[in-house]
């Protein structure tokens, strides 16, 4: 089992940059893939970012791509998102994710992930 604690959202005015961080507690945090996923009001929760267990495969949406960096610190058992350039259509919860197989691939849908956290607010006013 693995919990995940999301944190780093606020009000940021758009162009600014926020870092978001999902701390993991429980077992083999450094073997599992990560994701990032945000949900706006009204609408579907989205892919954002991913990465591999070793950090060296990222893969992003086309919506963030060149704006946000993922990335993870295995020592520390977190993993980052890197918000620049951020825009009101940013606007949402953002949550983490974490899929217990660690075989790489680019892993988009909600379904392939095991553990999520319970998402941080991030409004970019404009």
């Known amino acids: 089992q693995v919990q995940l604690v999301e944190s780093g959202g606020g009000l940021v005015q758009a162009g600014g940059s926020l870092r978001l961080s999902c701390a993991a507690s429980?077992?083999?945090?450094?073997?599992?893939?990560m994701g990032w996923f945000r949900q706006a009001p009204g609408k579907e929760r989205e892919f954002v970012a991913t990465i591999s267990w070793s950090g060296g495969n990222t893969y992003y949406a086309d919506s963030v791509k060149g704006r946000f960096t993922i990335s993870r610190d295995n020592a520390k058992d977190t993993v980052y998102l890197e918000m620049n350039s951020l825009k009101p259509e940013d606007t949402a919860v953002y949550y983490c994710?974490?899929?217990?197989?660690?075989?790489?691939?680019?892993?988009?849908?909600?379904?392939?992930?095991?553990?999520w956290g319970q998402g941080t607010q991030v409004t970019v006013a404009s």
């Open positions: 429980g077992r083999a945090f450094s073997t599992y893939t």
């Open positions: 994710a974490a899929d217990a197989d660690t075989t790489w691939r680019i892993q988009s849908r909600e379904g392939e992930y095991d553990y």
